[in-house]
């Protein structure tokens, strides 16, 4: 005799059949779609910063700014940078005033040696002086250039860069001229997402962690990213394989965590199908389990059926 037995077993093929009356079925505005089975690009989810944007006022990389060399700051190192950037702003100022004061003192010395009232060595150190304050802003403007655009400006910008941080052996696997979604820390379909293009940056990698960088360039004209907050990046992979796919929409979890799929077996009758997702794509999720390509499923009133067997609500 075996040590147990499983009397009256039931097979997940053979699950309770919804059947809905006409009436029911208007009601609960069950809408179906076909199965597909067809490529969905693979995504890997990456931890990203928002950071300020390497780029100067026109919009061309600035290859003499410290953003080439440091994209990300910290936020001490933001305010220490724009503490900097006040002080050089001054530094211009100062040298232009000395440029036009060192002009006029020129000017007057070329007046009075016309007038015969000034010697030739008044004009020569005039020019002189004014050849210094000319250098002087020169130098002034090359260190307010070094240290890049004007934070406020940046910070008014509708859009930011993202720099995500990823192992180097990682990097062959990603197809990293694609289009990425920059959303929440977590991969799930309820996170919204936006588009981040991938922009030529800069080299930059930290070899203690063993990672390089990545920037994609995100728009925030919602006014919702700010820098140094920490996002999730979903970047593609490389290589495409296929798939059965099926809306979001179409997938119920029961308390157990398992995932379900209605499939519509003839005009109103539906029977709870196990499935296993893979990964979710926007709003399309590649599934696995006892169903083919080309059936009908629910994705309107799925959470409908799901409290109609189980009484849910009643």
């Known amino acids: 005799m075996p040590p ?14 919804v059947v809905l009356a006409p009436e029911a079925a208007k009601r609960l505005s069950i809408v ?27 919009g061309k990389a600035n290859k003499q700014s410290v953003y080439t060399i440091l994209p990300s700051l910290a936020p001490a190192e933001l305010v220490r940078l724009a503490q900097s950037q006040i002080d050089a702003d001054g530094q211009v100022e100062q040298a232009k005033v000395q440029v036009q004061a060192a002009q006029i003192a020129l000017n007057r010395a070329e007046q009075m040696r016309r007038d015969k009232v000034g010697t030739e060595r008044s004009v020569d150190d005039a020019r002189m002086q004014l050849g210094l304050a000319e250098a002087n802003l020169k130098t002034a403007h090359e260190r307010r250039d070094l240290l890049g655009p004007a934070l406020l400006d940046v910070n008014n910008r509708s859009r930011f860069w993202v720099r995500v941080p990823v192992y180097v052996d990682d990097i062959a696997g990603l197809n990293t001229a694609a289009q990425a979604r920059v959303g929440g820390l977590t991969n799930s379909s309820e996170n919204a997402t936006r588009l981040a293009l991938p922009v030529a940056a800069p080299p930059s990698a930290n070899p203690a962690a063993a990672t390089v960088d ?33 809306p979001w929409s179409a997938l119920v979890y029961d308390v157990n965590g398992g995932c379900w799929i209605y499939q519509a077996l003839q005009a109103n ?29 629910v994705t309107a009133g799925v959470a409908e059926l799901f409290g109609t067997e189980f009484g849910v609500g009643k």
């Open 4 to 17: 147990a037995k499983i009397e009256n077993p039931v097979k997940e093929s053979n699950l309770t059949q």
């Open 32 to 58: 179906t779609t076909k199965v597909e089975k067809r490529p969905l690009t693979r995504t890997r989810l990456f931890g990203g910063e928002i950071t300020l944007p390497a780029l100067n006022g026109s």
């Open 214 to 246: 990545l920037f994609y360039e995100v728009k925030n004209s919602d006014a919702s990213l700010r820098p140094g907050q920490r996002v999730g990046v979903s970047i593609p992979l490389r290589g495409e394989d296929e798939n059965l796919v099926v």
């Open 269 to 297: 009758v539906y029977q709870r199908r196990r499935v296993q997702v893979l990964r979710v794509v926007e709003d399309q999720a590649a599934v696995m389990g006892d169903i083919a390509a080309g059936i009908e499923v």
